[in-house]
């Protein structure tokens, strides 16, 4: 029996400074109803997926997109395989226009996906079809495509702003918070990039991962139609499973992180280095410190002192982190 979870809250209607302003302050994910129903891929689908396949294809470019296919036993769920060394689908390249027509003609319950493909790579003429005015300017979508399937529980380090184009999506969403309950696989060895959570929310096995049921008490599902987006935080948990003979979703991904910044995972990794294997009351005093200069628990960390003397400790900005960058190299020396 699928577990029931909360609905994801939803607005209508939302424009550029209620987006930036209410909801991506809020860091909560919203359904955000409607938001493209006037793609003209969108009311492509409306005519039945032969019309919107032909639509994707007269717009493609040519060349070839990585694919996924897995046998029908794994019902379009894309996973590790029994041993969690390998992964229970292949991997290949299809033109795109094979790719499709073979969407339209899978058989015997196979399926068959293509994520993550740059929209201008694929199709460039599409972009200025497909106006998104929320995200930043230069911000260019990524296209979905596939037969029935399910993406596992992961999270993106970015924002996330989701279209759904035709077919249907059901997201089911975990906050951050819930990541012991999550059960995260390796971060290094997965099926996409992003680092995954082992239960599956739709059948879970909770006398194999019992703390699970205190995340299910939090998860929240949204179901998308056509013309639906969803906003994502980064951070947030979700599990997305696609239904329809010719699925397709675009999303946007984006980061406030300067460019002359570094990510925050790559800290993450580097602390399982410096940091993890650390004795118990050591890294406790070291969380003072992180506390203090990295999550400024008690306010600006170098308010005592002249910014020209703060050094690497002092505010934000290109020529600190030039700064930083050149201190840390000097270290590693």
Same mark, same amino acid.
């Given at each position: 029996m699928t577990p029931e979870y909360a609905p994801l809250a939803e607005r209508r209607g939302v424009d550029v400074d209620t987006f930036r302003s209410e909801i991506m302050a809020a860091g909560e994910p919203v359904i955000l109803r409607d938001l493209v129903g006037d793609w003209g891929l969108v009311r492509a689908g409306q005519d039945g997926p032969n019309a919107l396949a032909d639509s994707l294809k007269s717009? %493609? +470019?040519g060349g070839p997109v990585n694919v996924m296919r897995g046998a029908p036993d794994i019902e379009g769920r894309f996973f590790y395989d029994n041993s969690m060394r390998g992964f229970n689908y292949q991997s290949g390249q299809m033109e795109f226009g094979a790719f499709i027509d073979k969407v339209l003609n899978i058989e015997n319950g196979e399926s068959l996906y293509m994520g993550s493909n740059p929209l201008p790579n694929i199709m460039p003429d599409m972009i200025i079809k497909c106006p998104m005015p929320l995200v930043p300017n230069g911000v260019a979508p990524r296209i979905w495509v596939g037969t029935n399937s399910v993406v596992s529980t992961?999270?993106?380090?970015d924002f996330n702003l989701a279209c759904v184009v035709s077919g249907t999506r059901t997201f089911t969403l975990f906050p951050p918070t819930q990541i012991a309950n999550l059960y995260p696989g !390796? +971060?290094?060895h997965n099926m996409a990039g992003p680092?995954?959570?082992l239960p599956n929310p739709e059948k879970p096995e909770l006398k194999k991962f019992p703390k699970f049921e205190t995340a299910m008490k939090q998860g929240r599902q %949204?179901?998308?139609e056509p013309g639906d987006a969803i906003y994502i935080p980064p951070l947030w948990w979700h599990h997305v499973r696609a239904k329809g003979q010719l699925n397709v979703l675009m999303n946007y991904w984006w980061s406030p992180v300067p460019q002359y910044s570094r990510q925050p995972l790559e800290a993450l990794v580097l602390s399982l280095l410096a940091v993890r294997q650390l004795p118990e009351a050591e890294r406790a005093a070291w969380k003072n410190l992180f506390d203090y200069f990295i999550f400024q628990t008690e306010g600006d960390p170098m308010?005592?002192? !002249?910014?020209d003397i703060s050094g690497v400790l002092g505010p934000h900005s290109p020529q600190r982190a030039q700064q +930083?960058?050149?201190f840390f190299k000097g270290m590693m020396r």
């Amino acid at each position: 029996m699928t577990p029931e979870y909360a609905p994801l809250a939803e607005r209508r209607g939302v424009d550029v400074d209620t987006f930036r302003s209410e909801i991506m302050a809020a860091g909560e994910p919203v359904i955000l109803r409607d938001l493209v129903g006037d793609w003209g891929l969108v009311r492509a689908g409306q005519d039945g997926p032969n019309a919107l396949a032909d639509s994707l294809k007269s717009a %493609a +470019i040519g060349g070839p997109v990585n694919v996924m296919r897995g046998a029908p036993d794994i019902e379009g769920r894309f996973f590790y395989d029994n041993s969690m060394r390998g992964f229970n689908y292949q991997s290949g390249q299809m033109e795109f226009g094979a790719f499709i027509d073979k969407v339209l003609n899978i058989e015997n319950g196979e399926s068959l996906y293509m994520g993550s493909n740059p929209l201008p790579n694929i199709m460039p003429d599409m972009i200025i079809k497909c106006p998104m005015p929320l995200v930043p300017n230069g911000v260019a979508p990524r296209i979905w495509v596939g037969t029935n399937s399910v993406v596992s529980t992961h999270y993106d380090t970015d924002f996330n702003l989701a279209c759904v184009v035709s077919g249907t999506r059901t997201f089911t969403l975990f906050p951050p918070t819930q990541i012991a309950n999550l059960y995260p696989g !390796p +971060i290094e060895h997965n099926m996409a990039g992003p680092q995954v959570s082992l239960p599956n929310p739709e059948k879970p096995e909770l006398k194999k991962f019992p703390k699970f049921e205190t995340a299910m008490k939090q998860g929240r599902q %949204a179901v998308l139609e056509p013309g639906d987006a969803i906003y994502i935080p980064p951070l947030w948990w979700h599990h997305v499973r696609a239904k329809g003979q010719l699925n397709v979703l675009m999303n946007y991904w984006w980061s406030p992180v300067p460019q002359y910044s570094r990510q925050p995972l790559e800290a993450l990794v580097l602390s399982l280095l410096a940091v993890r294997q650390l004795p118990e009351a050591e890294r406790a005093a070291w969380k003072n410190l992180f506390d203090y200069f990295i999550f400024q628990t008690e306010g600006d960390p170098m308010e005592h002192l !002249p910014d020209d003397i703060s050094g690497v400790l002092g505010p934000h900005s290109p020529q600190r982190a030039q700064q +930083i960058w050149e201190f840390f190299k000097g270290m590693m020396r």
